[in-house]
């Protein structure tokens, strides 16, 4: 059969190749991609001077870890992955790095490591929003960490970083970073609701929540609750069905995906 001429194959492939590039070189430069690191800059700045903070999953620790191993910000806040916390070498390696830190077996250790763990840290314990706890452990909510000391909720004294909110963001963890702050205006907003009420500055901070994750129903459901406590009955009516579409699409998928218990 007829062979293409080497020459003339090398220009096609090359010229595929340019195509390509062209095509995905937005997707491919991570030169402004700051989402992971703002956040954690955001998570570091919830925390007081030398708190603990425990943390479970890979990006949320790996992105922390980065901060304050590779760019020496916060050295004061003692990491701790909950994953690793019950494992000999981790706890050998800590006690050479922070033996301040008294460490437990917080993974599978239930609430009495965790109790023992709180009492044996003075300066106070924090966790990310992906820390599993046990039942038993209260807290409160600090930013975009819960807080594990009894107390106020804290009101951060500057504005998150959100660049990454508008600016067509296609990393592959922007959806989790993103429900983390959604996460943390909810928090907030729950506490007020429990202490006092909230205040036009919730609703307008859980309207935000609501394009930051739209997969999350808690966000339109406590603006409910503030239309309903300020009378305006149509934003409530409206806010209850937005959080009642998105459980329905919930459970939609978690049918189709066979994902229920």
Do not use: C
């Not at 599978?108 to 929003?129: M, R």
Request: aromatic share 12%.
């Amino acid at each position: 059969g007829y062979r293409v001429p080497v020459p003339a194959a090398a220009v096609v492939a090359a010229a595929f190749i340019a195509v390509a590039s062209w095509i995905n070189l937005p997707f491919s430069d991570r030169r402004t991609m700051f989402a992971a690191e703002d956040w954690g800059r955001d998570v570091l700045d919830s925390v007081p001077v030398s708190a603990t903070l425990v943390g479970k999953k890979d990006v949320q620790l790996f992105t922390l870890w980065y901060l304050q191993t590779v760019l020496g910000e916060r050295p004061d806040v003692k990491l701790v992955s909950q994953g690793l916390s019950g494992a000999l070498w981790y706890q050998n390696s800590n006690r050479l790095w922070r033996p301040e830190l008294k460490l437990f077996n917080l993974n599978t250790g239930g609430a009495s490591e965790w109790s023992a763990f709180l009492k044996s840290n003075p300066g106070g314990v924090y966790a990310t929003f992906d820390t599993e706890l046990p039942d038993g452990i209260l807290t409160s909510p600090r930013g975009l960490v819960n807080s594990l000391v009894p107390g106020a909720a804290y009101e951060r004294g500057r504005a998150w970083n959100l660049r990454w909110l508008k600016s067509g963001y296609r990393d592959f963890f922007a959806k989790d970073l993103g429900a983390y702050y959604a996460a943390g205006i909810v928090a907030l907003a729950a506490w007020h609701n429990n202490n006092g009420g909230m205040g036009p500055e919730d609703a307008v901070r859980l309207t935000l929540a609501m394009e930051m994750d739209p997969d999350l129903p808690d966000a339109p459901l406590y603006l409910g609750f503030y239309y309903s406590s300020a009378g305006n009955w149509s934003g409530a009516a409206a806010s209850f069905r937005k959080a009642a579409d998105v459980n329905s699409r919930l459970l939609a998928l978690s049918e189709e995906y066979r994902t229920l218990p």
